[in-house]
C-alpha cells in the first residue's frame, strides 16, 4: 500500500511538473495575435437567407468597437487676399497669423474590431493618428480608454489596445486572397455615430487602386459605408474578417454604393511589426519605376506589356549590387510575377529585409535572372533627445536615393530637414523643410546618428554654427537654443 502510494505522489508530481511545461512553455510563445477558422467549416457551403443575415449580425456586432477621439489639429490661416504682390503682405503675416499655424481641438469617430482577447483592437491609422485622448465603446456600453501600440501610415492601419475588465469577444481574421468578386460581405460599423450599424452587399471589384497611398490594393464593395465605418470590419458569410473600412467614393460624403476596404491579409502581413515595435519595416530594393505602355513594350521588344520597365538605379543600393541596369524590365521578383507597375512596389515592401531573392529582367530581348538581397526602406527620423527647453525644434532625416532625386540632391551627404516647428530656434534662424544640414559647429554631419551627436555636444553653447545647402549655395546660420 505504501508503495503504491508513493508511486501515485510520483505520478502526479511528473503530471504536475508537465503541466507547468506546457503553461511555461504557452506562455514564453505568446497567444498569437489573431484567431482563424478552421479550414474544414471555412469549407461549408453557405445557404444566403434572412436567418443567415440575423445569425451574423448577432455573433459579430459584440466585437465591433466605436472609436471616440480627441485631437488637436494645427490650421494654417489663409495669408493675405492679395498675394505675394500685397505691399502689406508682411503687416498682414505679422498680425494675422501669416504662415504661423494656429490650433484647434477635434472630435471624430470611428470603429474597430476586436481581434485578441488581451485586447488588442484593428482600426485605420487615420481614425487615430494625432489623437490626443481614444474612447473605445464595447457592446455592452462600456467605456475604455485605449492606447496606441502601432501605426501604419503607407496602410492606413492601425492596431490599439485596451485593459478591460471582462472577457472581450473576438472574431476571426480570414483570407481575402479567397474573396471573389460577386461573393456576399457584411459591414459592422458607426456611420455618422450610429453605433452597430449593419450593412450588407457583394464585393464588386478586388485590387482597386484610388490613390490613397503607395500600396493600394483596395477591396470594392457596395456594401454601405458611411464616415464614421471607418476601420470597422468587412466580414465574409463564414463570419471572418476580410477587410478593414477605409474609404468612399462620393460626390456627396455619403455612401453611394462605393466602399473601399484594405485586404485583411495586408493587415496580417502589417499588425505582427506594429505589436511588436509600433512600426513597419519594409524592404527595398532601389529603384524608379513605370509603367509599361505597349509603345514602350515594341521598343523594348517585349511582347504583351507586363512587367515594370527601371528609369532609373539608384547608386549602391541593392539593385545596383545585383547588377539590374536602367532600362530592364523586371517580369518576376522572388518567385511573384510583376504584372504591372503597382505590383513591384507591394511585393518589395512586404518581403522579409535581408533576404536574398531571384528577380527576372528583360533585357536586350533576353529574359536574365539575377540575385538581389533586399535592404530596408528609411523611414523620417525625428530629433527629440535634447531637453525640451533646449529643443530646436528641428525634425531630420538621412538622405535617402528617394529623396536626393526629388530634392535634386545627387551625391550630398548631410541630413535633409523635414520639419521645423513655428517660434522654435531652428525657425528663428531661418533653417526651413529641404534644407541639407552639412555640419554642425564645424563639424561635418554625414549622417541622423552624427546630427544627434553633435546637438548632445552643443546643447549647453549660446550659438550653435551650422553650415546648410539650400539649393545651389551653402550658408551659415547661428541658432540660439535659448
Known amino acids: 500500500m505504501r508503495i503504491a502510494m508513493q508511486n501515485l505522489r510520483k505520478n502526479l508530481i511528473v503530471i504536475v511538473g508537465i503541466l507547468a511545461l506546457v503553461i511555461l512553455s504557452r506562455a514564453a510563445v505568446g497567444e498569437p495575435l489573431w ?13 444566403i437567407t434572412n436567418e443567415t443575415f440575423l445569425k451574423l449580425a448577432k455573433k459579430l456586432k459584440p466585437a465591433v468597437v466605436n ?3 480627441t485631437m488637436v489639429l494645427k490650421e494654417k490661416p489663409s495669408p493675405s487676399p492679395f498675394g505675394e504682390r500685397d505691399p502689406y503682405r508682411e503687416f498682414w503675416e505679422k498680425f494675422f497669423g501669416g504662415e504661423i499655424p494656429r490650433e484647434r481641438e477635434t472630435r471624430s469617430l470611428g470603429s474597430g474590431v476586436i481581434i485578441n482577447k488581451a485586447g488588442y483592437i484593428v482600426t485605420n491609422n487615420h481614425v487615430v493618428e ?53 461573393e456576399w460581405v457584411l459591414a459592422i460599423g458607426n456611420p455618422f455615430g450610429l453605433a452597430e450599424t449593419v450593412t450588407a452587399g457583394i464585393v464588386s471589384a478586388k485590387g482597386r487602386v484610388i490613390g490613397a497611398g503607395p500600396y493600394d490594393d483596395f477591396i470594392q464593395t457596395d456594401a454601405s459605408i458611411n464616415p464614421g ?16 473600412n ?8 455619403a455612401s453611394v454604393g462605393i466602399g473601399f476596404a484594405i485586404p485583411v491579409n495586408t493587415a496580417k502581413q502589417v499588425l505582427p511589426q506594429l505589436k511588436e515595435k509600433g512600426r513597419v519595416t519594409r524592404g527595398w530594393l532601389g529603384v524608379n519605376i513605370q509603367a509599361v505602355t505597349p509603345q514602350l513594350a515594341e521598343s523594348f521588344g517585349l511582347k504583351g506589356k507586363k512587367g515594370a520597365l527601371v528609369s532609373q538605379v539608384f547608386k549602391g543600393g541593392p539593385a545596383e549590387k545585383a547588377g539590374i541596369k536602367q532600362g530592364d524590365i523586371i517580369l518576376e521578383f522572388d518567385d511573384k510575377e510583376i504584372s504591372n507597375l503597382r505590383d513591384l512596389p507591394r511585393i518589395v515592401a512586404s518581403t522579409p529585409v535581408g533576404k536574398n531573392v531571384t528577380i527576372m529582367v528583360f533585357r536586350n530581348g533576353t529574359t536574365i535572372p539575377l540575385r538581389a538581397t533586399v535592404a530596408e526602406m528609411e523611414e523620417p527620423t525625428e530629433i527629440a533627445k ?8 528641428l525634425t531630420v532625416q538621412n538622405i535617402t536615393p528617394e529623396i536626393a532625386s526629388a530634392l535634386e540632391l545627387e551625391g550630398a551627404a548631410g541630413v535633409v530637414v523635414a520639419g521645423v516647428e513655428p517660434e522654435s530656434p531652428a525657425a ?55
Open 35 to 47: 484567431t482563424t477558422l478552421e479550414e474544414g467549416k471555412r469549407k461549408q457551403p453557405v445557404s
Open 67 to 69: 472609436i471616440s477621439t
Open 130 to 182: 494625432n489623437a490626443k485622448e481614444i474612447t473605445i465603446t464595447l457592446h455592452n456600453g462600456k467605456d475604455y480608454q485605449a492606447e496606441v501600440v502601432g501605426l501604419d501610415k503607407k496602410t492606413d492601419l492601425a492596431l490599439i489596445k485596451i485593459e478591460a475588465e471582462e472577457d472581450l469577444p473576438v472574431v476571426p481574421l480570414g483570407d481575402s486572397d479567397k474573396l471573389g468578386v460577386g
Open 229 to 244: 465605418n471607418s476601420g470597422g470590419p468587412l466580414f465574409n458569410f463564414w463570419g471572418e474578417v476580410v477587410g478593414i
Open 246 to 253: 477605409s474609404a468612399i467614393l462620393s460626390p456627396t460624403g
Open 386 to 393: 535634447a531637453p525640451p527647453k533646449k529643443s530646436f525644434g
Open 428 to 482: 528663428e534662424a531661418d533653417i526651413r523643410k529641404g534644407d541639407v544640414i552639412l555640419e554642425v559647429d564645424r563639424k561635418p554631419v554625414r549622417n541622423v546618428e552624427d546630427f544627434e551627436q553633435a546637438m548632445e555636444k552643443a546643447k549647453d553653447r549660446e550659438n550653435i554654427l551650422f553650415l546648410i545647402r539650400r539649393g545651389d549655395s551653402n550658408l551659415f546660420v547661428v541658432v540660439r537654443p535659448e
